[in-house]
C-alpha cells in the first residue's frame, strides 16, 4: 500500500528546490524518471481504475501497477505492485495477467496493449524523520507527454514510510509557509489519460459518489467530502488560469456541495476544529458570490451601453476574486480541509464513535427525511412569503437536491431510480422557480450598487415574479405529490460495520 499526499507547485522550481534544501538539508538523490503507460485500445484497464506502467530509472526498468483512489483530494491512498523487467514493455505472468483481468471484469488473459502517454520528470528526493514518522519528500518538475501534446508537471509528493497520518499534512503545512502550494487532486496517471480535457479547460461539473451500503458513516462522510474538494480545485486550477463564468460557478457550486455535506453529517462534527472550518469554509463560499451575481445579470441585459458598464465592473469584480484565490487563503483553507477530513480530531471523538460506525444506510434515510421535513416547513405557505422566507425555501431545497445526490446510490433498483429522477426532476424545477426570483432581487441591488437602476433587465419584473412564485408553488407541491426514492428502507436500524478507513 502507497499512502501519498500530491501537492501542486506555483513557484518556480528552482526557488521551491532551494527552500526545500534550507528546511530539510540535503537532497538523498536526483533521479531521471521516464515512464510509458499501457493500456487497451479502449482504455479498459484506466475504467477499471487500474493503471500500468513501465519507468526507466537510470539502467533499471521497474513495472508497476496501481490501483487509482477514487475521487481523491490531495491524499492518495493506493495498491501498487512492483517488479523489475528487462526492458520497455510490459512483462505480464500469469498470475498478474489474471488479476487484472478480474479486475476489468475480462474472461480473456491475453490483453493487447498499447502506449497510452509517458511522463518524463526530473526528481529530486529528502528523506524525513519527524515526530516518529518517516516520510519520503520529493520535487517533480517535467511534463506528459501524449500524441503530439504535453502538460507540466510541478508537484511535490510527500509519502509515509510509518508513523502517523498527520504528520503528512503537517509535514505539507510547513511546506506551505515558505512555498506557494495547492492541494493535486489528479495523479499522473490522471492527468495523462484526461490531457485533451485540461487542454480545452472547461469547467468540469460535479462527479457521482458510488457509495453502497458496506460503507460506514465515516467512509462515506469522507468520500463526499473528497468528491466535493476534488470537484472544487479541478475548476479553481482553470479559474486561475483563464476566468470564465461556468468554472466560476462550479466553484461555488462545489463549495456550497461541501457545506451541505458538514450539515448533513453535523451529528458527527460537535468538535471546535470542526466548526472553525465551516466558519472558514462559509466565509470563501461567499468570495464567489458577486462573479456569479454579475454573471447571470449580464445574460438578462439587452442594452448594449448598460452590458459595457458591467462588463467593467465585471472584470474589476473576476481580478479582486482571482487576487484572493491566489493569497494563501484559499490554498491553506483546501490543505486544512483535507488534513481534517482524513485526520481530524472528529476522527477521535469517543461520543460520536458509534455513530461514526454505524452502516451508511439507515443514517441516510433518517437525514434525508430530516431535509424533506424541513423543506415542507420553510414552504408551507409559499405564495405568500417575502423574499427572505423564498431563499430560505431555495436554501432547503438546495440541500435535500445534494443530500439525494450524495446518496441516491444506496437505493438501487429499477423502482427507486425512477422515483429519484421524478423526485429531482421536481426539486429542481423548485429551485429553477425561486432561483429566478432570486436572480431579479441581486440583479435589481446590482444595479442600484453601480448606479444602473434605470436599466431594465428580465423585461416585466412584476410579471415574471407573478409567474415564477405560481411556478415555485407548482412544483412545491409536486415534491411532496411524489413518494421519496428512499421510502421502504428502515432508519430505525443502526449496524455497526468496519469498512473504516
Not at 493503471?51 to 483512489?69: C, D, F, N, P
Not at 511522463?119 to 524523520?129: G, H
Not at 447571470?296 to 441585459?301: A, H, N, P, R, W
Request: charged share 30%; hydrophobic share 40%; glycine share 6%.
Amino acid at each position: 500500500m502507497e499512502t501519498e499526499l500530491k501537492l501542486e507547485m506555483d513557484g518556480s522550481v528552482d526557488q521551491v528546490r532551494h527552500r526545500l534544501a534550507i528546511d530539510y538539508g540535503s537532497p538523498v538523490g536526483d533521479l531521471r524518471l521516464v515512464s510509458i503507460y499501457f493500456d487497451t485500445a479502449d482504455k479498459r484497464l484506466w475504467k477499471a481504475g487500474v493503471t500500468l506502467r513501465v519507468r526507466q530509472e537510470g539502467a533499471r526498468r521497474i513495472q508497476t501497477i496501481k490501483v487509482e483512489s477514487a475521487a481523491a483530494a490531495g491524499l492518495f491512498v493506493r495498491a501498487e505492485l512492483e517488479s523489475e523487467v528487462s526492458g520497455d514493455q510490459p512483462e505480464l505472468d500469469s498470475s498478474m495477467r489474471a488479476l487484472i483481468a478480474k479486475m476489468i471484469g475480462a474472461s480473456n488473459c491475453d490483453l493487447p496493449l498499447e502506449v497510452q502517454f509517458t511522463t518524463d520528470v526530473d526528481r529530486r528526493l529528502w528523506r524525513v524523520d519527524r515526530a516518529g514518522a518517516e516520510l519520503e519528500l520529493v520535487s517533480d518538475y517535467g511534463a506528459i507527454r501524449a500524441h503530439g501534446r504535453s502538460v507540466r508537471i510541478h508537484e511535490i509528493e510527500i509519502e509515509l514510510r510509518t508513523g502517523p497520518l498527520r504528520t503528512l499534512f503537517d509535514l505539507a503545512a510547513g511546506i506551505g509557509e515558505t512555498s506557494p502550494l495547492r492541494i493535486g487532486v489528479q495523479s499522473k496517471a490522471e492527468r495523462g489519460y484526461t490531457l485533451d480535457e485540461q487542454q480545452r479547460g472547461e469547467a468540469v461539473k460535479a462527479e457521482s459518489i458510488a457509495l453502497t451500503e458496506d460503507f460506514s458513516v465515516q467512509a462515506a462522510f469522507q468520500a463526499i467530502c473528497h468528491t466535493c474538494i476534488r470537484h472544487y480545485r479541478l475548476n479553481e486550477t482553470r479559474l486561475l488560469s483563464e476566468p470564465e463564468s461556468e468554472t466560476l460557478h462550479q466553484c461555488r457550486v462545489a463549495l456550497r456541495r461541501l457545506r451541505s455535506a458538514l450539515d448533513l453529517f453535523k451529528p458527527l462534527l460537535s468538535d471546535p476544529e470542526s466548526r472553525a472550518l465551516d466558519g472558514r469554509l462559509k466565509r470563501a463560499a461567499r468570495m464567489f458570490g458577486d462573479g456569479r451575481n454579475i454573471d447571470v445579470l449580464t445574460g438578462l441585459i439587452d442594452d448594449a451601453s448598460v452590458l459595457a458598464r458591467l462588463n467593467t465592473h465585471r472584470k474589476q469584480i473576476y481580478d479582486a476574486l482571482v487576487a484572493d484565490l491566489r493569497s494563501s487563503t484559499m490554498r491553506e483553507l483546501m490543505l486544512d480541509l483535507t488534513a481534517w477530513t482524513s485526520a481530524g480530531t472528529w476522527l477521535s471523538d469517543p461520543a460520536t464513535e458509534a455513530l461514526r460506525r454505524e452502516a451508511i444506510r439507515p443514517f441516510a434515510v433518517r437525514r434525508l427525511r430530516r431535509c424533506r421535513r424541513r423543506l415542507r416547513r420553510r414552504g408551507a405557505h409559499l405564495a405568500h412569503l417575502d423574499a427572505s422566507g423564498r431563499h430560505a425555501v431555495r436554501i432547503a431545497a438546495k440541500k435535500l437536491r445534494y443530500s439525494a445526490e450524495f446518496f441516491s446510490g444506496l437505493f438501487p433498483g429499477p423502482v427507486a431510480s425512477e422515483r429519484l429522477e421524478a423526485f429531482m426532476g421536481a426539486v429542481e424545477r423548485l429551485q429553477t422557480h425561486l432561483g429566478r426570483l432570486t436572480d431579479h432581487a441581486t440583479g435589481s441591488a446590482l444595479l442600484e450598487r453601480f448606479d444602473l437602476t434605470d436599466a431594465a433587465h428580465g423585461g416585466r419584473p412584476a410579471l415574471h415574479k407573478r409567474r415564477s412564485i405560481k411556478s415555485a408553488a407548482r412544483a412545491y407541491k409536486e415534491v411532496f405529490d411524489l413518494k421519496p426514492f428512499w421510502a421502504g428502507a428502515h432508519p430505525a436500524v443502526r449496524t455497526p460495520v468496519a469498512r473504516i478507513p
